[in-house]
């Protein structure tokens, strides 16, 4: 059973940039469809960006241009960059993972392993 772990996140003024790390043990993330997700106080988990076992990628209408997922093998970490941050985007941020399926997969529910979270605060 993989185990994620989440870092990167923190406070930053509007207009500026993070990056998210999901590093995994116990397995190999390319054996995965993974997914970030983030939750506001209040407001349900939304998907935000997912990365399938081929590499292809595909994100949320209102993260489209400003975030990058990506995956590096070798440190078996998938990653978020986020750029042109607003506060829109406070959130706590979980990296999910579903395993040897390969589709675009966008709701909580497809997914069956979880890390913990990272907080994310974007200042106005």
């Known amino acids: 059973q993989v185990q994620l772990v989440e870092s990167g996140g923190g406070l930053v003024q509007a207009g500026g940039s993070l990056r998210l790390s999901c590093a995994a043990s116990?397995?190999?993330?390319?054996?995965?469809?993974m997914g970030w997700f983030r939750q506001a106080p209040g407001k349900e988990r939304e998907f935000v960006a997912g990365?399938?076992?081929?590499?292809?990628?595909y994100y949320a209408d209102s993260v489209k241009g400003r975030f990058t997922i990506s995956r590096d093998n070798a440190k078996n970490t998938v990653y978020l960059q986020m750029n042109s941050l607003n506060p829109e985007d406070t959130a706590v941020y979980h990296c999910?993972?579903?395993?040897?399926?390969?589709?675009?997969?966008?709701?909580?529910?497809?997914?069956?392993?979880w890390g913990q979270g990272t907080q994310v605060t974007v200042s106005s």
């Open positions: 999910a993972g579903r395993r040897l399926f390969n589709r675009d997969l966008v709701a909580p529910s497809d997914f069956n392993y």
């Open positions: 116990s397995d190999t993330l390319s054996r995965y469809t």
């Open positions: 990365i399938k076992m081929t590499a292809s990628t």
